[in-house]
Nanobody, 129 residues
């Protein structure tokens, strides 16, 4: 069982930065591939970034490449999303997600919502013009 809790959302002007954190409970965080997703009103949930167990493999959606950075600290059971150069279209609820992965799949990251079994409650990010 993994419980996730996001923090760090808020209101920021276009061009600004925010750092989201997702803290995980339990002792199996280091066995979890992690992802950040977002969902804007009236739109489907979409992947923003993903990271494998050890943090060596990263995925970014095209619309955040060069602006966002995903990272994890397994000692702190936390995954981060550093968001720079924010745009109004980045406004959404941001969710972190966890997938328990065996060592055989430790090099993989996952990009579809249905590949994750655990979700946080989400944190609102609003970017004003």
């Amino acid at each position: 069982q993994v419980q996730l809790g996001e923090s760090g959302g808020g209101l920021v002007q276009a061009g600004g930065s925010l750092r989201l954190s997702c803290a995980a409970s339990g002792r199996i965080f280091s066995s979890c591939a992690m992802g950040w997703f977002r969902q804007a009103p009236g739109k489907e949930r979409e992947v923003v970034a993903a990271i494998n167990l050890g943090g060596s493999r990263l995925y970014y959606a095209d619309f955040v490449k060069g602006r966002f950075t995903i990272s994890r600290d397994n000692a702190k059971n936390t995954v981060y999303l550093q968001m720079n150069s924010l745009k109004t279209e980045d406004t959404a609820v941001y969710y972190c997600a966890a997938r328990i992965s065996g060592s055989y799949s430790g090099s993989y990251y996952y990009t579809r919502p249905d590949e994750y079994g655990y979700w946080g409650q989400g944190t609102q990010v609003t970017v004003s013009s």
